[in-house]
């Protein structure tokens, strides 16, 4: 048993109070699985040693148990926290669920381009994962939480304008629709076709290692493979996720002082994150955990996120490091410790 004293600072209408945390660490009696829910995905953490400590959010009226881990290298554990929040403080932000390979037009260039999870086969595995994990999680608590949005590159084109609600504002019944049939037609017309790889290299006989390197790199998403304006293309959601008229779309040239404000505006003060991929937009787009953590209570949703997995069929073991390092300065929790109450 490991206690300590932290002073935590809560927001009292227009004034500012402190309170004492006692950081007591006792053992996990019965542990539950860590990450093991799909492990075809995210291959499952494991720790011999785990503590759990006093909920740090217990609010008035909370409908939401949200239980998370992190890491502790000084704890030399795992950290288990219960925490119960309002549902209606809190929105569910899925980073980058790109559209691509999905049937709406956007697609991997051919022969040698590349895009989002980098070659056609393994976006379709990040589709089944959105179809399996991601949607799910999204109809469970669409309605009862505060805001459920999602994170695009670029700015609002007058495509994507048309096609889903922003902080800018909100498109008619009849603007999805023709905000749709403009989508189409503009994927339809751009040619997904680049130029194959080179057949022959010129080296430095001294230095051929960095030639080689130089002029073929492991990615190039420029527009010698993926061909000019693939990437000024707008990039829908992916077709697996059922977009809500009242879902939002965030824009990452927008950047964050803009969403920050439109979130807590709202009265959102929890964010539950999900997305693509673990090791990189979840961690420093616009919607991404670097700029959300400091400013509301954040929980990383495990599960529903998937790191890059170069070299590698599967993308379960990468998932699990980049969750891990994460873990050391932000919660991690997953699908089956996030519940409604009743």
Not at 43 to 70: I, M
Not at 283 to 296: H, I, K, R, V, W
Request: glycine share 6%; charged share 20%; hydrophobic share 40%.
């Amino acid at each position: 048993m490991r206690t300590t004293l932290v002073t935590l600072v809560f927001l009292s209408g227009a004034h500012l109070s402190a309170q004492t945390y006692l950081n007591h660490l006792t053992p996990v009696q019965k542990p539950r699985p860590i990450l093991a829910d799909h492990p075809k995905f995210v291959e499952p953490v494991t720790c011999k040693t785990r503590f759990e400590a006093p909920p740090l959010l217990d609010e008035k009226g909370a409908d939401l148990d949200v239980r998370g881990w992190r890491f502790s290298y000084n704890a030399r554990a795992i950290i288990e926290v219960s925490n119960r929040l309002q549902a209606a403080a809190t929105a569910v932000v899925v980073v980058h669920p790109w559209g691509i390979d999905d049937g709406q037009g956007w697609k991997s260039p051919e022969p040698a381009g590349v895009a989002f999870f980098c070659t056609p086969e393994k976006n379709q595995l990040y589709r089944r994962h959105v179809r399996e994990v991601v949607e799910p999680f999204l109809a469970s608590l669409r309605g009862k939480v505060g805001l459920v949005a999602y994170s695009l590159p670029g700015s609002e084109d007058p495509i994507r304008k048309k096609l889903y609600r922003s902080i800018h504002g909100k498109p008619s019944a009849d603007e999805r629709k023709q905000g749709a049939a403009e989508l189409a037609a503009k994927l339809k017309a751009f040619s997904f076709q680049g130029a194959p790889l080179k057949q022959t290299l010129t080296l430095d006989p001294a230095r051929p290692v960095p030639d080689y390197f130089r002029q073929f790199p492991g990615l190039d998403a420029g527009p010698v493979f993926n061909n000019q304006g693939f990437w000024d293309l707008p990039i829908p959601v992916v077709k697996e996720i059922n977009v809500h008229t009242d879902d939002l779309v965030i824009y990452d040239r927008d950047g964050y002082p803009p969403m920050e404000k439109f979130l807590k505006d709202r009265g959102i003060r929890h964010v539950l994150l999900c997305g693509y991929a673990t090791d990189m937009c979840v961690c420093s787009t616009t919607a991404g955990y670097q700029n959300l953590a400091p400013d509301f209570n954040l929980f990383v949703v495990g599960d529903t996120t998937m790191a890059t997995f170069p070299a590698s069929d599967t993308p379960r073991f990468a998932t699990q490091a980049a969750l891990a390092r994460i873990a050391l300065d932000h919660f991690i929790t997953q699908v089956s410790w996030i519940n409604l109450k009743k």
